[in-house]
C-alpha cells in the first residue's frame, strides 16, 4: 500500500503545477463549438486563427463538445452566473427557450439592414424569435434524399422520385425485383432526428403544427407524414431497423451499398462519396426530399445553426466582431466543402460549386422551402413527446390517431 | 482436498466458458479497432478483417498539437491523476471513520446518513456545485473533479472497510495495547494488514468508480487540462463520422491501466489468511 | 479506554470524512432541499422561483410517465444485481478452485471492469447492431437466429440487452469481492464439516455463504444504489428509447433539470428518487440485521 499512497502523493504534486488561465490585457472570447458541426474542428480553428490574424489583441478560445452535451454546457455556465462563454453555437430549436429565458443577447441592432436580403430566408428563422434577432445564422443544413444511382438504373427507373408517393412506388419496385430487402432507411430512433424527418414530411404536405394558434398534431399534414411513415414499415419498404437508427447508422447502411434510398443531412454526401468509407462512392445521387402530390415539389427541414452572443458576455462587441467574421460570405466560400454558405449570391460563385454540382443543384431548391419545427420556448419537452408518440406508432403499439391525439394533448398541458 | 477426475474436467470446461464469455466481447472490440470501415459493414460478416490497419493506435500515440493522441494522452494523465488522488484522500479519511464504527459502535445513523448522500442522482448536484466552483476558479481543473469522487468515494470505501474491519477479530488488537501500541500503530500494523483484502477491495473499487465518472467530468472540463478518459471517449464518438474503430482502440487502451493496477493489487486482495488467526 | 475518552477518539476519526462531506454536499443538498419546493426555472440570470409548497410532490404522485420509469428502473435494479450476485458468486467458487493458469484468469475479472461504462456501452450497442453487429452474425452462423433482429429498437428486448451488458460489466466486481471473502474462511472448518459428512450443498450453506454474506451484502447493496441511479449506459446505448421503453428516474431527472429546465421540479423528483432509493436499502438493511439476530 506504501507505494500507492506515495503514486497518489505526486499526483498531488501535480495537481499544483496545473496551469491556471494565462493573464492578458488583451480580450480572450471563450467560444463553444460542437464536434459535430458541419465545418470540421480544423476548418473551425482555421477560420479562428484567421480572425486572430486579422484582429490583433483579439484571442479567441474554442472548446469543442459533442451535440448532446452543447445545450447543457451553455445552460450550465449560464445558469451558475459564470461569465463563461461569450459566444455560443446554438441549434435551430433553442432561440424560443435561450431568449425567453435570457440566454442570449438580442442582436437585432447589429445586423446590418443590407444583410437581410443577401441570406437565405430560412437561414434568418435559425435566429429569429419574436420578431427579433438573436444571432447569425452559420451552418445551413437540411436533409436530403440520398439515392443509389446503380440500383435505380438496375431497377429500370429513369428518375429519382418527385414526390413521397413516387418514393414508395420506386422502392417496392426495387425491394421486388430483389435489388434491395429494405430500400429506403431513415434516421427513426427515439431522439431528435426522429423528429427531423417527420417535420420534414409535414412540410412536403403543406401541414402546419398549429391550429388557431395552440399545438396540434392530429389533424392534416401531421397525421398525413405518420401515416406515410407508418405504411412504409408495414409495407417493406423501409428498413425496420430504422427504428433504432440515428444519422450515422443511415450513412453506414446507405455506404455499404444495401439501400436504395436515404434521408441525411449534406454531410453525407462527401462521406459516401469517399472510397475508404464507402462502397457505392461514385453512385451517390442526391435530391431534395419530395413533397406529397398535389401537395408541394420538395420539401426540406431547417436544420441550421446560429452563433449567437451570451447573455453574460463582458465584451458583447469583440463578440459579435468574430461572428460577423465566422459567417461573412468570404470565410463562408472559402470553407464550402463541408457546409454550404448562408448568402444567396454563394451558390452562383464557381469556387463554390465546383466539385460538387450535384449537391448545389439539390441545395438551391432545398434551401428555398426550409420548415422549421414548431417553435415554442418547451421545444425539448415538446420533442420529447412526439418522439415517444411517433415511435408506438412505428412500433404498432398505438393507432396515429390515438398517438398524434395523445401528443397534443400533452403538448396542450406544457408548462 | 482431492477432487475426482470429473470434477476436475468440469472445472476446466467452466474455467473455459468463463474465459471466452469474458474475452469474446473484448476481443470483438480489438477485431473493429483493427478492421477498416468497409469491412465492418461486410454482410456476412467478416471475423477477421482482410488487411489488418494498426493506423488507430499509431494516431492515439502522436503528440502534434490537436491531435488524437494529444486529447488521449493528456486525458489519460487527467485520469490518472484524479482517480489515483481521489482515492487516496478516500482512503485516508475512510479508513479511520470505518475503524471508528467498528470499533466504537452507536453512530451507525451517521454513516447510513452519510450513504443517502450516495444515493442521491448526480444531476440534483451537479448545478450549485458548478456554481461553487465556477465562483473559486476551479472549473476546467483536476482540483474540482477530485473534490467531488471523493464525495463519491467516501461513503461506500468507509462501509466496505467498516466491515472488512468487523471481522477482524478485537482480540488481536488488545493484545498489541497490552504491549503499549497506540491506536495508530494498532490500526496500520494490525488491523490494516489482517484487512488487507477488504482495503485493496475497497482501493480497487474507488479507483475505478472514479475512473469511469462521465457526467461531471462532462461538464466541469472544457479542454485537454483537465478532461478526462470518458470525457475524451465521448468526444470521439462525436463528431459527425463516428470512426468506431477508434473508439474500440481508445476504448482497450483506456482498460489497461486499471488493469495493470488489479493485476498487482490481487495479491493483497486474494491473500490468504492463515487459518485460525480469524474466526468466520 | 474510559467511555468520554473513547467517545472523543471516535468521532476524532470520523472526522475528516464528516468535514469532505459536509463541505462538499452541505450547500448542494440544502440548494436542491430548497429547490424542491419551488417551481424554479433556469435562466440566464440564475433561478427565476416562487415558493409553492408540496405542488412539486402532488404532481409527480399523478405523473404516469414517472411511475413508467420507476418500474423501468425497479427491473432494471432487481434482474441486473440479482444475476450479478448469482453469477458472481458461482465465478468466486470457481475461481476458488486450484487450476492451472489460475493467476491469470482471476486478473481477467478486472478486465470488464476497467473497460469505462461509455466504451462498455457503444461496444454493446455494436455488438447488437441489426446489421453488422456480430451477436446477429453469430447466432444466425450457429443456426440459433433465422433472421437478425433489431434487439435494441424492439421494445420487448431492448431492455433486456442493456441489463446484459450491465450484467457483464459488473457482476465481476461482485466476484472478487466474493472471490476475497472466500480467502478469510477457515479451511479447518470445511474440515471438520467434512469429518462430520457433510454435503458440499450444505458446506455452501452453513460455512462457505455466512463467511462471505458480509463483504458480499455491502457490495450488494452499493450496485442497488448504483443500479437504482443508472444513467451512463441508457445514455449511450438507447437514451430512453424505443418509445421511452428504457427510461429510467435518473434520466427523467436529468430531462427535468437539464433538458426542460425546471430545476425546481427536478429537484423533486431527485428527493423523491432519494428517498426511494433510502426506503429499498432501509428494508434490506432491517432484514440483515434480523437475521443477525438470530443467527
Known amino acids: 500500500m506504501n507505494s500507492f499512497f506515495k503514486g497518489a502523493a505526486c499526483g498531488l504534486a501535480l495537481l499544483i503545477h496545473q496551469s491556471l488561465p494565462a493573464f492578458a490585457e488583451d480580450v480572450t472570447l471563450n467560444a463553444i463549438f460542437m464536434k459535430q458541426a458541419a465545418y470540421s474542428e480544423d476548418d473551425t480553428k482555421a477560420m479562428a486563427k484567421a480572425f486572430e490574424g486579422a484582429n490583433p489583441g483579439l484571442k479567441v478560445n474554442l472548446e469543442f463538445v459533442p451535440y448532446e452535451a452543447l445545450h447543457d454546457k451553455i445552460v450550465a455556465a449560464q445558469g451558475a452566473g459564470s461569465s463563461g462563454y461569450d459566444v455560443v453555437l446554438f441549434d435551430v430549436i433553442w432561440p424560443p427557450e435561450f431568449a425567453t429565458k435570457g440566454f442570449l443577447q438580442d442582436v437585432t441592432a447589429r445586423v446590418p439592414k443590407g444583410d437581410r436580403d443577401k441570406v437565405f430566408d430560412g437561414a434568418w428563422t435559425t435566429v429569429d424569435y419574436d420578431g427579433k434577432i438573436w444571432g447569425m445564422p452559420w451552418i445551413l443544413d437540411t436533409k436530403y434524399l440520398f439515392y443509389n444511382e446503380d440500383m435505380l438504373k438496375q431497377a429500370g427507373i429513369s428518375a429519382p422520385p418527385k414526390t413521397f408517393e413516387e418514393l414508395a412506388e420506386q422502392a417496392k419496385i426495387i425491394k421486388d425485383k430483389g435489388i434491395a430487402k429494405y430500400p429506403i432507411v431513415w434516421s427513426w430512433s427515439q431522439a431528435e432526428a426522429l423528429i427531423c424527418d417527420y417535420t420534414s414530411m409535414v412540410g412536403g404536405a403543406r401541414g402546419s403544427f398549429t391550429q388557431d394558434g395552440k399545438l396540434s398534431f392530429d389533424t392534416g399534414g401531421s397525421v398525413e407524414a405518420v401515416n406515410y411513415m407508418k405504411k412504409t414499415l408495414d409495407d417493406g419498404v423501409t428498413n425496420p431497423n430504422s427504428r433504432e437508427y440515428l444519422e450515422e447508422d443511415v450513412r453506414k447502411v446507405f455506404s455499404a451499398g444495401e439501400a436504395a434510398f436515404a434521408m441525411n443531412w449534406t454531410y453525407m454526401f462527401n462521406m459516401a462519396n469517399d472510397p475508404k468509407e464507402s462502397k457505392v462512392a461514385g453512385k451517390v445521387g442526391i435530391v431534395p426530399a419530395p413533397g406529397f402530390k398535389g401537395k408541394a415539389e420538395a420539401s426540406a427541414i431547417n436544420g441550421s445553426m446560429g452563433l449567437g452572443i451570451s447573455a453574460g458576455s463582458k465584451h458583447p462587441d469583440e463578440a459579435w466582431k468574430f461572428i460577423t467574421f465566422m459567417t461573412s460570405q468570404e470565410t463562408q466560400n472559402k470553407y464550402a466543402k463541408l457546409s454550404l454558405p448562408i448568402w444567396k449570391s454563394s451558390y452562383e460563385d464557381p469556387a463554390v460549386t465546383k466539385g460538387q454540382e450535384k449537391l448545389i443543384d439539390a441545395a438551391k431548391v432545398s434551401l428555398g422551402v426550409m420548415f422549421a419545427r414548431p417553435m415554442t420556448p418547451s421545444y425539448p419537452e415538446l420533442s420529447s413527446i412526439l418522439q415517444k408518440n411517433i415511435q408506438q406508432v412505428l412500433l404498432g403499439q398505438a393507432s396515429t390517431d390515438d398517438a398524434m391525439k395523445a401528443a397534443t394533448k400533452a403538448a396542450g398541458r406544457l408548462r | ?280 | 479506554m474510559a467511555p468520554a475518552q473513547q467517545d472523543r477518539t471516535a468521532w476524532l476519526l470520523l472526522t475528516p470524512m464528516i468535514a469532505i462531506m459536509v463541505l462538499v454536499t452541505a450547500f448542494p443538498l440544502l440548494n436542491t432541499l430548497w429547490l424542491a419546493f419551488t417551481d424554479a426555472s433556469l435562466t440566464g440570470q440564475g433561478y427565476m422561483w416562487q415558493w409553492i409548497g408540496l405542488e412539486n410532490f402532488a404532481y409527480i404522485l399523478d405523473d404516469s410517465d414517472f411511475r413508467a420509469a420507476v418500474g423501468h428502473t425497479a427491473y432494471f435494479t432487481v434482474l441486473s444485481v440479482s444475476a450479478e450476485v448469482v453469477l458472481g458468486v458461482l465465478v468466486a467458487l470457481l475461481l476458488n478452485q486450484e487450476f492451472k493458469g489460475r493467476t491469470l484468469v482471476r486478473a481477467l475479472l478486472i478486465l470488464p471492469w476497467a473497460l469505462p461504462t461509455i466504451v462498455n456501452a457503444v461496444m454493446w450497442r455494436l455488438i447488437y447492431n441489426p446489421e453488422y453487429g456480430s451477436l446477429n452474425a453469430l447466432l444466425t452462423q450457429i443456426g440459433l437466429l433465422d433472421a437478425y433482429r433489431s434487439w435494441l429498437g424492439d421494445p420487448a428486448t431492448a431492455m433486456n440487452m442493456v441489463i446484459l451488458a450491465d450484467i457483464w460489466k459488473n457482476y465481476p466486481l461482485i466476484a472478487l469481492i466474493a472471490l476475497a471473502g472466500l480467502q478469510t474462511v477457515p479451511k479447518d472448518l470445511y474440515e471438520a464439516a467434512i469429518m462430520d459428512g457433510a454435503n458440499a450443498w450444505t458446506r455452501f450453506w452453513r460455512i462457505t455463504l455466512p463467511g462471505i454474506i458480509g463483504s458480499l451484502s455491502v457490495a450488494m447493496v452499493l450496485r442497488a444504489i448504483e443500479a437504482f441511479k443508472v444513467f451512463d449506459i441508457f445514455y449511450v446505448m438507447t437514451r430512453g428509447g424505443p418509445a421511452d421503453a428504457t427510461k429510467t428516474v435518473s434520466f427523467f431527472v436529468y430531462q427535468e433539470s437539464f433538458t426542460y429546465l425546471r430545476a425546481g421540479s427536478g429537484a423533486a423528483y431527485a428527493l423523491t428518487v432519494t428517498a426511494m432509493s433510502a426506503l429499498m436499502i432501509s428494508i434490506y438493511v432491517f432484514m440483515l440485521v434480523r437475521r443477525e439476530k438470530r443467527s
Open chain 2, 1 to 280: 482436498m482431492r477432487r475426482s477426475l470429473t470434477a476436475t474436467i468440469l472445472v476446466y470446461v467452466a474455467v473455459a466458458v468463463f474465459v471466452v464469455s469474458i474475452l469474446a466481447p473484448v476481443a470483438w472490440l480489438f477485431i473493429m479497432s483493427i478492421s477498416d470501415a468497409n469491412d465492418l459493414t461486410t454482410i456476412p460478416l467478416r471475423w477477421i478483417p482482410e488487411q489488418p490497419d494498426f493506423s488507430r493506435y499509431a494516431r492515439l500515440f502522436s503528440l502534434e498539437e490537436g491531435s488524437a493522441g494529444l486529447a488521449f494522452l493528456s486525458a489519460l494523465r487527467n485520469s490518472v491523476v484524479v482517480a489515483l488522488s481521489a482515492t487516496a484522500i478516500a482512503l485516508a479519511a475512510g479508513i479511520p471513520a470505518a475503524y471508528s464504527f467498528s470499533r466504537f459502535p452507536g453512530r451507525m445513523p451517521l454513516l447510513y446518513a452519510v450513504i443517502v448522500t450516495y444515493m442521491m442522482p448526480p444531476v440534483a448536484l451537479i448545478l450549485p456545485l458548478y456554481k461553487v466552483f465556477s465562483t473559486l476558479g476551479l472549473l476546467n481543473n483536476v482540483t474540482s473533479l477530485i473534490i467531488v469522487y471523493c464525495t463519491i468515494l467516501l461513503p461506500f470505501v468507509t462501509w466496505l472497510m467498516k466491515s472488512g474491519f468487523d471481522s477482524v477479530p478485537v482480540e488481536i488488537e488488545q493484545a498489541a495495547s497490552i504491549d503499549g501500541a497506540n491506536l495508530f500503530q494498532i490500526l496500520t500494523r494490525i488491523t490494516l494488514p489482517v484487512a488487507a483484502a477488504s482495503t485493496g477491495a475497497a482501493a480497487l473499487f474507488a479507483l475505478l468508480l472514479a475512473w469511469d465518472e462521465f457526467f461531471y467530468a462532462l461538464l466541469y472540463t472544457s479542454d485537454t487540462r483537465a478532461k478526462t478518459l470518458p470525457v475524451a471517449i465521448a468526444d470521439f464518438a462525436a463528431g459527425r463520422a463516428t470512426d468506431y474503430g477508434l473508439i474500440s482502440a481508445v476504448g482497450l487502451l483506456a482498460a489497461l491501466p486499471p488493469v495493470l493496477i488489479g493485476f498487482f493489487l490481487q495479491k493483497s486482495l486474494l491473500s490468504g489468511l492463515s487459518a485460525g488467526s480469524v474466526k468466520g
